[in-house]
């Protein structure tokens, strides 16, 4: 499924970050934003999850089957949002168990055990939150992601608070169990949307607007090594520089 | 070993230095009774001192429940309703404003001189910090929580059940642990104003009899009481929230 979102506007403060964008998001495939902080990125994430309430953003959304995208978003954030009361099982359950009023069905706990399965977890599905570190408790927020299986992506920075063997450990994670999904990724980091994405974008100025694609190719994840990456990465650091004034 | 001894100590070491004063101030018994003559009264009296005490102890935890499921509902009223809110919230703080033990007359009038007065003592003393420790707690869910939800497609009802009440455990326990000190003194005074039974007209009985020694004693089996509720509370507060302990830990252990 497609999804294009229309002369999308964001004010700030009687300011206009900006106004008249339009984002096309193709199907199956990656799509990253990169910006510097306070050009909207997230608001503009927020618009497509429903839960852009602070922000004065206005956009039309249309999918390419018709229908509203509300409730066909799948949102993961950078904090992992697990909530500290509920094992790891029922954090990956935590759709099923907020949306239907009978507790889950044998099937979706066996689909959690192997999400938490497939992220490296699956032996710890009955510990707490607060007995991982911060890897492990973003690995849960992948599997709880995948849980959802919705027709979109939408991930806001999601592996920017780790370190740096971490974020690619989960960078690699995340290609492999969301290859032929619809996602839209934000970030500033120029290589984790090398390495992650089908396409990207750059979102800058004032008022903002996004730039011409830029397709990398290969499959990813694309190592970090790659002569082509690394020097995309240069390119899109130069550009993101520019705009610092 | 050193964390068992160390109450046993400060508790000796209080009583030797209540003895020494006795023995300094060469005080007769009548106006200060030295720790061991109150504990021979406490032997002696036992059982009137405790049938005492199950009065004031039911008065008690009477009040600390109904004051707490009081103040939960009403928590949760301020919370869902927002109309409610604005109307409601003025007229809390304003009823602060007069002191509860101002009250204690008018109680005695209305609920006459038996245990509902005392409890009804016990439940205005308790309700106000519940309610504010119980709203605090359900309006500071993390905001992050909340959208998850609303992506994750919760209704109100499940936000509220799900998310923002177990969220708001940790405050509530917090509220029951101050409920749980204060309401003996709710309690006390009810007896102290008008009252038949309990330890507190046993107090004031004693006192004006003389009976200074059956005054401590009665004194001391309300501050055992008090200490083992207190106890209680706190253990049941952390059984609420188990997970709070662990993450403590992890907090100082650090992140990956």
């Excluded at chain 1, 907020?98 to 959690?112: D, G, H, N, W, Y």
């Excluded at chain 1, 800058?204 to 290969?218: D, E, M, R, T």
């Excluded at chain 2, 009250?103 to 038996?114: C, D, F, K, N």
């Excluded at chain 2, 869910?141 to 959208?147: H, I, R």
Aim: net charge neutral.
């Amino acid at each position: 499924m497609e999804i294009r979102i229309e002369q999308a506007s964001l004010h700030w403060q009687q300011h206009c970050v900006f106004t008249d964008l339009n984002l096309t998001l193709p199907a199956g495939q990656w799509t990253s934003i990169l910006g510097q902080s306070g050009v909207g990125k997230s608001s503009l994430l927020q618009l497509l999850c429903g839960i852009a309430d602070d922000a004065d953003i206005r956009g039309r959304i249309q999918c390419s089957d018709g229908r509203p995208l509300e409730g066909r978003v799948a949102w993961m954030a950078q904090q992992d949002l697990l909530l500290p009361w509920l094992s790891l099982r029922d954090n990956v359950l935590l759709a099923a168990r907020l949306t239907q009023s009978r507790s889950a069905s044998t099937e979706q706990r066996e689909l959690a055990l192997y999400l938490l399965q497939q992220v490296g977890l699956g032996e710890r599905a009955d510990a707490l939150p607060a007995q991982l570190s911060g890897g492990q408790r973003q690995r849960v927020a992948l599997a709880r992601t995948l849980f959802q299986d919705k027709p979109l992506v939408c991930m806001d920075e999601p592996f920017s608070a780790l370190d740096a063997i971490n974020r690619l450990k989960l960078q690699d994670l995340a290609a492999e169990l969301l290859a032929d999904r619809t996602v839209l990724m934000i970030t500033h980091d120029p290589l984790e949307a090398l390495r992650l994405s089908n396409r990207i974008l750059v979102l800058q100025g004032s008022p903002a607007s996004l730039s011409a694609p830029l397709l990398p190719a290969g499959a990813t994840p694309r190592p970090v090594s790659d002569p082509q990456v690394l020097q995309q990465q240069a390119q899109l650091l130069t550009l993101l520089a520019e705009t610092v004034t | 070993m050193m964390r068992w001894l160390r109450p046993v100590i400060i508790t000796l070491g209080l009583m030797l230095l209540w003895q020494l004063i006795v023995w300094l101030t060469d005080a007769p018994h009548f106006i200060l009774p030295g720790p061991l003559r109150v504990l021979e009264t406490l032997i002696a009296q036992f059982p009137l001192l405790m049938k005492h005490a199950g009065i004031t102890l039911a008065e008690i935890l009477l009040g600390l429940l109904l004051g707490t499921l009081l103040g939960l509902i009403s928590a949760l009223s301020l919370v869902t309703w927002g109309g409610l809110r604005r109307w409601l919230m003025p007229v809390l703080v304003v009823s602060q404003a007069i002191p509860v033990f101002a009250l204690a007359p008018v109680l005695m009038l209305w609920l006459g001189y038996g245990m509902a007065s005392k409890v009804a003592m016990a439940t205005l003393i308790i309700y106000f910090p519940v309610t504010a420790a119980c709203f605090d707690g359900l309006r500071q869910t993390p905001t992050g929580y909340l959208q998850l939800a609303r992506t994750l497609g919760a209704n109100r009802r499940a936000q509220l059940l799900q998310i923002r009440l177990p969220a708001a455990l940790p405050a509530f326990g917090s509220g029951l642990r101050v409920a749980a000190s204060v309401a003996p003194i709710g309690a006390v005074v009810g007896e102290w104003v008008g009252s038949s039974t309990g330890l507190g007209y046993l107090m004031l009985n004693a006192n004006a009899r003389m009976q200074v020694d059956l005054m401590f004693a009665a004194l001391m089996v309300l501050a055992v009481m008090a200490l083992a509720l207190y106890f209680s509370v706190n253990l049941i507060a952390r059984r609420l929230t188990p997970w709070l302990q662990e993450s403590t830990s992890s907090t100082t252990r650090g992140d990956s």
